[in-house]
């Protein structure tokens, strides 16, 4: 029998709200999954201010400002370890372009992107961005919205599916690869990642460290009125924000 992989991942963020209870929802299942291989999955949670002296083997999973995102991910103590932001949607941190930071919720442009390809299509119907939806059913979403919902006692938002992403696609990747040495996960999760997001198509990361994704497009009336990227639309998820570091 193969010898027991116990893997930990790090956590700086709120321990209330639906970012903890995606994590806490990822836990889970890679538990569940991890169960029958001889697999232990757990998330520590650290303070803002003990990170850079905590032992991190695996990941480290911020739900935090910018500011400190960007702090941890040029540290030379998390160099080579992928620093997962699992919030913020800002541009600027996609365009430094650093090589361990990555990026699970849609940024700014590829929002906007999605909204501008909406506009052209639909002028008339006015319609908001949202990267997850409770009413989504494709993709097996919606067994994934019922068992967060069983699990976790709320609906799964935006934030709860960001959260679930980047812990389970670590959790997966363990599964695939059997190892979960930091240097090895970060080069797995920029070249190798194989991710069923529950979305649609496998998702991955781009060069400037964003996650490719579906993107859904939401009226008034809180229905799900559409999917971007939008028919017709040259380039597929990549004509959705920025591509490359250039």
């Known amino acids: 029998m193969a010898s027991e992989i116990d893997v930990t991942m790090h956590y700086v963020g709120p321990t209330d709200g639906q970012v903890w209870l995606g994590v806490q929802q990822g836990i889970e299942e890679a538990n569940l999954q991890g169960g029958f291989l ?19 083997e695996t990941v480290v999973l911020l739900a935090t400002d910018d500011d400190y995102i960007m702090k941890v991910a040029q ?14 949607s800002s541009d600027a941190l996609r365009d430094v372009c650093l090589p361990n930071l990555l990026h699970v919720t849609p940024s700014e442009s590829m929002r906007a992107d999605a909204l501008a390809q909406w506009q052209e299509k639909n002028s008339d119907k006015p319609a908001k961005v949202q990267s997850w939806h409770e009413d989504f059913v494709k993709f097996a979403a919606s067994q994934l919205n019922n068992r967060f919902e069983k699990n976790q006692g709320e609906e799964m938002t935006d934030d709860a599916w960001a959260g679930w992403a980047g812990t389970k696609m670590v959790a997966d990747s363990v599964v695939q690869t059997m190892q979960y040495d930091a240097a090895f996960m970060l080069n797995h999760l920029k070249n190798d990642l194989v991710f069923d997001g529950q979305k649609g198509d496998n998702t991955n990361f781009r060069e400037n460290g964003q996650l490719r994704q579906i993107l859904l497009m939401v009226d008034n009336d809180n229905k799900i009125v559409a999917e971007a990227p939008l028919r017709g639309f040259e380039g597929g998820l990549d004509s959705l924000g920025k591509v490359t570091c250039k």
């Not at 757990?42 to 991190?56: A, D, G, H, I, R």
């Open 75 to 88: 540290s030379d103590k998390f160099a080579a370890i992928p620093v997962i932001n699992l919030i913020s």
């Open 38 to 56: 001889g697999q232990k999955y757990q998330v520590k949670v650290v303070e803002p201010n003990e990170l850079e002296s905590t032992n991190v």
